[in-house]
């Protein structure tokens, strides 16, 4: 039999495959990209259902403001996309206020600062201080250069902004309460609950819980190239396999990998239609999948099980998908709408959704005179783990349930028009994405320093690169696609390769609008 050969196989479609196969076909790699599903984006991509397009889980990214990352790309490769700059970006509902997250940073300054009442000017140093954080840490995100691996002008650069990082050092592995506390915050409900409902749908967790750092850049998300595609997500991903073949990478869906095995100094990828030969393996999925589809003759990974129980305190997720006919007077556009039940309880199961609802000029996505909306609410993983196989169904039931009556509660305007309802849970996603017990989200970013500890890309074993949520930058579209493009560089480095054959990436310029484009 014939064994066909690679330099690089990537095994799986998400985002962090994806940066990862980019990067290293437009340095000219003979790249496979495998995929198990007959999409690209993963958790992060666009299914259909009976004449619907459903966002499967992530539905809004950033990365779309002029130099940064997914603005790059659209440039250098005349990415097809249509996109709509969002203003409300979202909207917070909670019992006791509605919060419009306005896309001019100032004018949402203004409207949370007006909700706090006599203590606005210490809202207002908080955040000129986070913006302080954002910019800087946003700066280092939206320029590749700027993380590791560092090249000389990297290296130069960096050395230049100490000053800016100085003042950052105080709070590195400190929870973001600190900060709050330090400003004289903490106790300003709707800035506090602002806090925790962003840091939960970013880092993973809530402000008492999510270090500094990683969360005041996140408070900036709303305002740093954020922008909806324009038929779902999944556009985008669709938009960068498009890129992908033109540079000559091949990319199999349908194409699932079974195994990896050590073939003399490279790699066997077992996949359906037969056997590939590469000397390097990105893997685009979880650790814990990483781990079965390894052989016992390669060595445990102490990294791989570290991931695998970081991923395991984190979370699964519940969904709706939804068909509903829009009130009168809904938006023309799609909008985005984050919901909290109860203020005093953590933001999980239920008491906290995120409901995304496509634009009147998506009608590809719905029947006429309809719109798509997905909504998802985090679940814990360990509570989920330690239920039987009826507990657990039980259980996403409950919550699912919850669901409805909240999003009933909060958008009633929408819910009188629903039309038809799918579910989906954690084990719809570990079915469809193959991601084990339906972990999603990525690793919380908890305060603590090992957030830093993988900084750095390395391989889990020799010439095998992990890439995806549960690795550093870890969660959204933007960052695992960063994540890839990044071990694609140290990979790079390693096989020789080339510099990229299309222009060098921009520099990041900052505060700008996300880029457009006609409807």
Request: hydrophobic content about 45%; proline content about 8%.
């Amino acid at each position: 039999m014939t064994i066909e050969t690679a330099d690089v196989v990537v095994v799986g479609a998400g985002f962090g495959g994806l940066g990862a196969a980019l990067g290293l076909a437009e340095r000219g790699a003979r790249v496979v990209l495998c995929e198990l599903l007959d999409y690209a984006g993963g958790c992060a991509g666009t299914f259909e259902r009976k004449g619907c397009r459903f966002d499967a889980g992530a539905t809004l990214s950033s990365g779309f403001g002029e130099g940064q990352l997914f603005d790059a790309w659209t440039r250098r490769h005349g990415l097809a996309l249509s996109l709509t700059r969002l203003d409300p970006v979202v909207e917070l509902r909670t019992p006791e206020f509605t919060l419009a997250v306005a896309a001019d940073r100032q004018e949402f300054i203004a409207r949370i600062a007006d909700l706090a009442g006599a203590r606005e000017g210490a809202v207002r140093r908080f955040f000129a201080f986070q913006r302080e954080v954002a910019d800087t840490l946003w700066q280092v995100l939206d320029d590749p250069r700027m993380l590791p691996p560092l090249g000389a002008g990297g290296l130069v650069a960096h050395l230049g902004r100490v000053p800016r990082y100085l003042p950052l050092a105080r709070w590195i592995g400190r929870p973001l309460v600190d900060v709050l506390a330090k400003y004289g915050v903490a106790d300003v409900a709707p800035l506090r609950l602002f806090c925790d409902a962003v840091c939960q749908i970013t880092v993973q967790c809530p402000a008492s819980e999510a270090e500094a750092l990683f969360a005041l850049a996140t408070l900036d998300y709303f305002f740093r190239g954020v922008a909806h595609v324009r038929g779902g997500i999944g556009e985008l991903a669709r938009a960068l396999v498009v890129a992908l073949e033109r540079l000559g990478a091949r990319v199999c869906f349908h194409r699932p990998v079974r195994a990896l095995a050590r073939d003399g100094d490279a790699w066997r990828v077992e996949t359906r239609r037969g056997p590939i030969r590469a000397r390097t393996v990105v893997a685009n999925v979880l650790p814990q999948a990483l781990r079965a589809m390894l052989g016992p003759a390669v060595p445990a990974s102490p990294r791989l099980e570290r991931l695998a129980r970081e991923l395991e305190a984190g979370w699964g997720a519940a969904m709706l998908y939804l068909v509903a006919r829009p009130p009168a007077g809904a938006p023309e556009h799609a909008h985005h709408l984050e919901m909290i039940d109860d203020p005093s309880r953590p933001l999980v199961a239920g008491n906290h959704l995120f409901a995304s609802i496509s634009g009147a000029d998506e009608p590809e996505r719905a029947p006429p005179g309809c719109r798509v909306i997905t909504v998802s609410t985090h679940l814990p993983a360990a509570h989920l783990a330690a239920l039987s196989e009826r507990e657990t169904a039980d259980y996403v039931a409950a919550v699912q349930d919850r669901m409805r009556a909240v999003f009933a509660a909060r958008a009633p305007e929408w819910a009188a028009g629903i039309e038809r309802t799918m579910t989906a849970s954690p084990r719809t996603f570990e079915r469809y994405t193959r991601r084990p017990g339906g972990l999603v989200g990525g690793v919380p970013r908890r305060a603590g320093l090992h957030n830093y500890r993988d900084a750095w890309p390395r391989p889990i074993a020799p010439d095998l690169w992990l890439v995806g949520d549960s690795v550093f930058p870890g969660q959204s579209t933007v960052a695992t696609a960063l994540g890839g493009l990044r071990a694609a560089t140290a990979i790079a480095a390693r096989l020789g390769l080339p510099a990229p054959r299309v222009p060098a990436l921009p520099g990041p310029v900052a505060d700008r609008p996300a880029s457009t484009s006609p409807r």
